[in-house]
């Protein structure tokens, strides 16, 4: 990649949210994924609060900048700290470049810092993403957001708010994940279908599901304002992830592929082909959300004969 454009383009993912929305962990069960498709792939950790990773580092910015260091000889806190640490390494991008062109021939997935400030408004990390395209690496975002927001009207309103400004920051081809699908059921009942929530379909039965004690009448008109917004450009959608689960990654990895334009051969197609056959049982479908909904969400009828037996 030194000395201008690479022959053939790299190809890869970005791969952001916030922190504990799973991306260390999707890292590396992705890197495994691909790996047993057949495909090169490596982690490059751009995260400089990762301490322990599961996955071997093709290239840890730990090498360049540690925040430690920052914190202690800038008197930062841990936000700030990091904050200059993308400035760092912003300012230092040859060095990314030095470690990709050893890297060249691999999918590469970048396992991001999770601080929101850094796809929403910031821009330090955006700015390293429009170089890696430049050097013809073509990345798509992969953006994961913990699917327990689904529980809360007014958390997932936010959450679209986040995806939304992120996908208009960020500037690259986008795929936003709803992560730890097999907890949902954990974290509280759902008020509507999960093809609600990964569709974003109509948003104003959301309003109505906020608080409509009047004491709430000015948080639940903000929202009303800010679901015509996400409605207005149409553009966030979801798909669901349980990491441990193939056939879900699999969705992911063909939804990030076409975002990214990463096109597999015959080969790859076969092996694909043969791991799934040998992934999950008989007749379970990744395919359609609402196979993700009977295998996560236990349906009302169920609940209530679960609960009748009870004494
Ligand atoms: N049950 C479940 N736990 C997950 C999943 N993905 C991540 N986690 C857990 O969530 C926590 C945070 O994950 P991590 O990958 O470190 O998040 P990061 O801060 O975004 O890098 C860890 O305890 C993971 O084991 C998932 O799909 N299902
Ligand atoms: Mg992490």
Request: charged share 25%.
């Amino acid at each position: 990649m030194s000395g201008g454009r690479a022959a053939a383009p790299a190809f890869g993912q970005a791969v952001i949210g916030p922190p504990g929305s799973g991306k260390t962990t999707y890292c590396h069960g992705m890197q495994q994924f691909l790996r047993a498709l057949g495909r090169r792939a490596a982690v490059v950790n751009l995260d400089p609060a990762n301490e322990a990773t599961p996955y071997e580092r093709a290239a840890d910015v730990a090498e360049l900048v540690t925040l430690p260091d920052v914190m202690e000889s800038l008197k930062l806190g841990p936000n700030g700290g990091l904050i200059y640490c993308m400035e760092y390494l912003e300012a230092n991008v040859d060095w990314l470049q030095e470690k990709l062109a050893a890297l060249r021939g691999h999918y590469v997935l970048f396992d991001c810092p999770g601080q929101v400030e850094l796809y929403t408004h910031h821009g330090a990390l955006r700015n390293v993403f429009a170089r890696l395209a430049k050097w013809d690496f073509r990345l798509a975002a992969v953006h994961l957001v913990d699917s327990h927001y689904c529980t809360d009207p007014g958390k997932f309103i936010s959450v679209l708010c986040t995806s939304l400004s992120t996908m208009l920051h960020v500037e690259l081809p986008h795929v936003n994940v709803l992560s730890k699908m097999d907890l949902i059921e954990q974290y509280g009942k759902l008020a509507f279908n999960l093809d609600y929530y990964t569709e974003v379909l109509d948003l104003s039965y959301l309003v109505e599901h906020l608080a409509s004690d009047p004491f709430f009448k000015n948080y639940r008109r903000l929202n009303e304002k800010l679901v015509e917004v996400i409605e207005d450009y149409s553009l966030v959608s979801f798909v669901p992830l349980n990491v441990q689960d193939k056939e879900s990654m699999r969705r992911v990895m063909q939804a990030v592929d076409k975002a990214n334009g990463y096109c597999f051969g015959d080969q790859e197609h076969r092996s694909l082909e043969a791991l799934m056959s040998t992934a999950m049982g008989a007749d379970f479908h990744f395919t359609s959300t609402l196979a993700v909904q009977e295998k996560y969400v236990r349906c009302e009828d169920e609940a209530v004969e679960e609960d009748d037996m009870e004494p």
